[in-house]
């Protein structure tokens, strides 16, 4: 499998320090997830060979060095698609001449071509338009067509949709979430938004103040603590379910999670490896079964571990369920009338299930 390795290891005159390694696979979208100043585009940059600076850095895409001790290799012989914040297309040419720019100075012949692209991003009505009159968000998906026709050995995102509003951001998020599948390039996208990470990725990174505090998959750190202590009411959990039957009568489709099941809306019975979004602040925690409540989706699972926040006067509750994890955002005092301790059994009142992909679309 291709896979990029980078190592890092510099400070800059600022006092700023960046110190990380990561592998970065070909086949699924690897995140790097932190706040606003870690040092995520940094990395990007020196990946894509536009940072030069004094240090320690080995870069390797598969077999060829990109930065070691006695090597810079020059960004144009790097191959790699970057997606910025903000599309960088060439004005004086419409959409298709933009497309046709990235073919021409692809950096090695590929099956790729703009009809397969235009199709993946839904932007064959928009070729014949100046890029002048395009929307925030097909500017954006042009970008990422453009990207892709350079067939690019590596695929970098910063921030792709972070100068986008609500409506436009997720109508790209699909449109990403589908490349990983098609392209067999490492694929490092970079974001402070959870949402999209939930979404999208496979891998996560997790970095703050130039390191890397946790590294592990989606649904690991997803739903951790880590992530998620500090992300007040778009604290969440993810769970990948699989769906079991579908009730037409109640419109209800029942998902296996280890040995329990949840009920969603709607017809699931032929979809796989469905992603749930939870919020925490939807799911409350009873010491017994209740048996007289309107609420569907009641899960047994053990207290895992517990976050307070003593300014917002909550805690974060982590419930293991199976193999996977379940956030719950509760005050204090229940807190304390419960008396919750790690390794406690608890039930998990769930009042809103939402599938990762509805969540996307209603926005």
Same mark, same amino acid.
């Given at each position: 499998?291709?896979?990029?390795?980078?190592?890092?290891?510099?400070?800059?005159?600022?006092?700023?320090?960046?110190?990380?390694?990561?592998?970065?696979?070909?086949?699924?979208?690897?995140?790097?997830?932190? +706040?606003?100043?870690?040092?995520?585009?940094?990395?990007?940059?020196?990946?894509?060979?536009?940072?030069?600076?004094?240090?320690?850095?080995?870069?390797?895409?598969?077999?060829?060095?990109?930065?070691?001790?006695?090597?810079?290799?020059?960004?144009h012989k790097r191959a790699v698609g970057y997606v910025t914040q903000r599309p960088a297309l060439l004005p004086h040419l419409n959409v298709l001449g933009n497309l046709q720019y990235a073919k021409q100075r692809r950096h090695k012949n590929a099956d790729i071509d703009i009809e397969q692209v235009s199709s993946w991003l839904d932007i064959?009505?928009?070729?014949?338009?100046?890029?002048?009159?395009?929307?925030?968000?097909?500017?954006?998906?042009?970008?990422?067509?453009?990207?892709?026709?350079?067939?690019?050995?590596?695929?970098?995102?910063?921030?792709?949709?972070?100068?986008?509003?609500?409506?436009?951001?997720?109508?790209?998020?699909?449109?990403?979430?589908?490349?990983?599948?098609?392209?067999?390039? +490492?694929?490092?996208?970079?974001?402070?938004?959870?949402?999209?990470?939930?979404?999208?990725?496979?891998?996560?990174?997790?970095?703050?103040?130039?390191?890397?505090?946790?590294?592990?998959?989606?649904?690991?750190?997803?739903?951790?603590?880590?992530?998620?202590?500090?992300?007040?009411?778009?604290?969440?959990?993810?769970?990948?379910?699989?769906?079991?039957?579908?009730?037409?009568?109640?419109?209800?489709?029942?998902?296996?999670?280890?040995?329990?099941?949840?009920?969603?809306?709607?017809?699931?019975?032929?979809?796989?490896?469905?992603?749930?979004?939870? +919020?925490?602040?939807?799911?409350?925690?009873?010491?017994?079964?209740?048996?007289?409540?309107?609420?569907?989706?009641?899960?047994?699972?053990?207290?895992?571990?517990?976050?307070?926040?003593?300014?917002?006067?909550?805690?974060?509750?982590?419930?293991?369920?199976?193999?996977?994890?379940?956030?719950?955002?509760?005050?204090?005092?229940?807190?304390?009338?419960?008396?919750?301790?790690?390794?406690?059994?608890?039930y998990a009142q769930i009042k809103s299930v939402g599938l990762l992909s509805d969540y996307v679309d209603a926005k």
């Open positions: 499998m291709r896979q990029l390795n980078v190592g890092i290891d510099i400070q800059r005159d600022s006092g700023f320090a960046l110190k990380l390694e990561m592998q970065i696979k070909a086949g699924e979208i690897t995140a790097l997830y932190g +706040p606003s100043g870690s040092g995520k585009s940094t990395v990007l940059n020196l990946i894509a060979g536009l940072e030069q600076p004094q240090g320690n850095i080995q870069i390797r895409a598969q077999d060829q060095i990109w930065v070691d001790e006695s090597t810079f290799l020059d960004t064959k009505t928009l070729l014949n338009k100046p890029v002048s009159n395009l929307s925030g968000g097909e500017q954006q998906r042009v970008s990422i067509a453009r990207a892709l026709l350079s067939s690019p050995s590596v695929m970098l995102m910063d921030e792709p949709l972070g100068s986008l509003d609500k409506n436009a951001r997720n109508r790209i998020l699909p449109f990403i979430n589908q490349l990983h599948e098609r392209l067999d390039s +490492p694929f490092l996208y970079v974001t402070h938004a959870i949402e999209e990470v939930a979404y999208l990725t496979d891998t996560i990174y997790l970095i703050d103040a130039g390191h890397i505090l946790h590294y592990g998959s989606t649904f690991e750190l997803a739903s951790s603590l880590e992530m998620n202590k500090h992300e007040g009411n778009a604290a969440a959990s993810v769970l990948l379910c699989q769906p079991l039957e579908f009730d037409q009568q109640d419109n209800l489709t029942a998902l296996a999670l280890a040995d329990q099941q949840l009920l969603v809306r709607g017809n699931r019975s032929a979809q796989k490896n469905l992603r749930l979004r939870i +919020p925490a602040s939807e799911v409350s925690l009873t010491l017994s079964h209740s048996r007289d409540t309107s609420i569907l989706n009641i899960l047994a699972g053990e207290v895992s571990e517990i976050a307070i926040d003593e300014e917002a006067n909550s805690a974060l509750v982590k419930v293991k369920i199976g193999d996977q994890y379940l956030l719950s955002r509760i005050t204090q005092r229940s807190l304390k009338n419960l008396a919750l301790e790690i390794g406690q059994p608890v």
